[in-house]
């Protein structure tokens, strides 16, 4: 998957020029944390979040009234509170790299770029959304965690003892376990009776279910 098919396309943005207040009430109404910042081309200018939307006033202004405060305010433009420098991506990049440009940078959206123009954003938002695609989360099943050597077609014996069973896997992740000579898996299966499920999978050498739930 490409951060083309997990982005929001025609994000809602301001322009540099708009007041502070109307690019707040813009974020409030649309319950959105990072608001992208184009000139009248939909050339990408700087953004706004609500931490430099929280930056922007001035401490002085904290001893006035309300409707001074309101006047004040209403002077301040985007152009004095958004990010000049942004970090952004483009429609082909894979989403799993996407993530990783955010997390290194711990930033919690990208702009998405063609060329000099904007034509979507991903957040953070996004990702824990493929994420929960990815891990079937939304799917109702059996759930396993299951430990693997490191070794070459440990996947296969897995899957073949879950097919075999009568299962039909819907999702499947695999990462490091804390043992450096294994690995642990998991798997969202459906279809498949649990006890039959797991004796399956446990009698397969090495491999052991660590945890099994159904969702």
């Known amino acids: 998957m490409f951060v083309k098919d997990q982005m929001s396309p025609h994000p809602f943005t301001t322009t540099p020029d708009s007041s502070i207040l109307a690019a707040q009430r813009l974020m409030k109404e649309n319950n959105i944390r990072h608001l992208p910042v184009v000139n009248a081309a939909g050339e990408l200018l700087g953004l706004l979040t609500r931490t430099t939307l929280e930056e922007v006033l001035p401490s002085k202004l904290t001893t006035l009234s309300v409707f001074e405060l309101q006047y004040q305010l209403?002077?301040?433009?985007v152009r004095d509170a958004m990010l000049r420098q942004v970090i952004t991506t483009t429609e082909d990049v894979p989403i799993e790299r996407a993530a990783r440009i955010?997390?290194?940078?711990?930033?919690?959206?990208?702009?998405?770029?063609?060329?000099?123009?904007?034509?979507?954003?991903?957040?953070?938002?996004?990702?824990?959304?493929?994420?929960?695609?990815?891990?079937?989360?939304?799917?109702p099943g059996i759930r396993l965690t299951v430990q693997t050597p490191d070794e070459p077609g440990e996947i296969a014996k897995i899957t073949t003892a879950i097919a075999q069973a009568g299962g039909d896997i819907t999702?499947?992740?695999?990462?490091?376990?804390?043992?450096?000579?294994?690995?642990?898996?998991?798997?969202?299966?459906?279809?498949?009776?649990?006890?039959?499920?797991?004796?399956?999978?446990?009698?397969l050498p090495g491999i052991k279910v660590l945890d099994v739930r159904t969702d």
């Open 74 to 77: 209403d002077k301040i433009k």
């Open 171 to 203: 999702a499947l992740g695999a990462y490091p376990a804390p043992d450096p000579l294994a690995w642990w898996m998991l798997l969202k299966v459906r279809y498949a009776e649990q006890e039959a499920l797991v004796a399956a999978i446990n009698a």
């Open 102 to 139: 955010m997390w290194e940078n711990k930033i919690g959206c990208l702009p998405v770029m063609r060329g000099k123009r904007l034509v979507g954003i991903v957040t953070d938002h996004d990702l824990i959304d493929h994420m929960l695609d990815l891990l079937g989360a939304r799917e």
